[in-house]
């Protein structure tokens, strides 16, 4: 079955470093990824939706300039969390679809750990 | 804006009881609806989609949901569930734009179940 990998599992920074966390479709090509935010005891929250070689579409609240996501190639996708803050500290989960529209099923990577002291 | 529901937070379980866990969601048109599930310590995967047809859906590991369009529904069921079912499952759902396209997936907050053996 389709696999999506993330990079890595878990990661501890200092506050105002930048983090960058990797989404790898490893036997599919993925024409849209989705990076998701999950807090304790609560659902997943979309943060956006990128297609490859496009700029991402942010959700409302989202800031673009804090979680950078670059999509350069059909298998990656990546997230930076500029500036880290400890209320930046979640869990960090990435989905890919084959479909251009995201309408399809969504393939979840096992989601990062981000811990900012 | 669509939304989902999931009424139980926590569904604890003996082995061999049937199971039934609530989805409704709030959206007039035409849907496409997910349910997903995460066992402890893996990746969310998909457990059945319904996109059109047959309402009654089967999807893996004997799980079945069914679609019921005038109640906003989309509960998930088994007949007999076994400890290796204990997971958290979300129900999600995603609906087409009317400028076209589809809108992103939303979830549930998710339902934790628990089998005793």
């Known amino acids: 079955g389709a696999v999506v990998s993330q990079h890595p599992s878990r990661v501890i920074c200092k506050s105002g470093t930048s983090v960058k966390i990797e989404c790898r479709s490893l036997?599919?090509?993925?024409?849209?990824m989705f990076w998701y935010r999950q807090f304790p005891k609560q659902s997943l929250m979309l943060m956006a939706t990128?297609?490859?070689?496009?700029?991402?579409?942010?959700e409302q609240g989202v800031e673009k300039d804090k979680f950078l996501i670059n999509h350069a190639s059909l298998t990656l996708s990546t997230l930076t969390v500029t500036s880290a803050h400890p209320e930046d500290s979640s869990f960090y989960i990435c989905?890919?679809?084959?479909?251009?529209?995201?309408?399809?099923?969504?393939?979840f990577g096992p989601g990062t750990r981000l811990t900012v002291l | 804006a669509q939304s989902v529901s999931q009424h139980n937070h926590h569904v604890i379980l003996s082995e061999a009881a049937s199971l039934e866990l609530g989805c409704n969601y709030s959206?007039?048109?035409?849907?496409?609806l997910f349910w997903y599930v995460q066992y402890p310590g893996q990746h969310l995967q998909l457990l059945l989609k319904?996109?059109?047809?047959?309402?009654l859906v089967k999807g893996i590991k004997g799980f079945e949901a069914e679609f019921i369009k005038s109640k906003f529904s989309f509960n998930l069921r088994k007949p007999s569930v076994q400890w290796s079912d204990t997971a958290e499952y979300f129900c999600?759902?995603?609906?087409?734009?009317?400028?076209?396209?589809?809108?992103?997936?939303?979830f549930g907050t998710g339902t934790k179940l628990q089998v005793i053996p």
């Open positions: 999600a759902v995603n609906a087409p734009r009317e400028s076209g396209g589809y809108q992103k997936v939303t």
């Open positions: 319904y996109f059109s047809g047959d309402p």
């Open positions: 036997d599919f090509q993925a024409t849209t």
């Open positions: 959206y007039g048109g035409t849907v496409n």
């Open positions: 989905s890919a679809s084959d479909d251009l529209a995201g309408t399809d099923t969504q393939y």
């Open positions: 990128s297609n490859e070689g496009s700029k991402a579409t942010y």
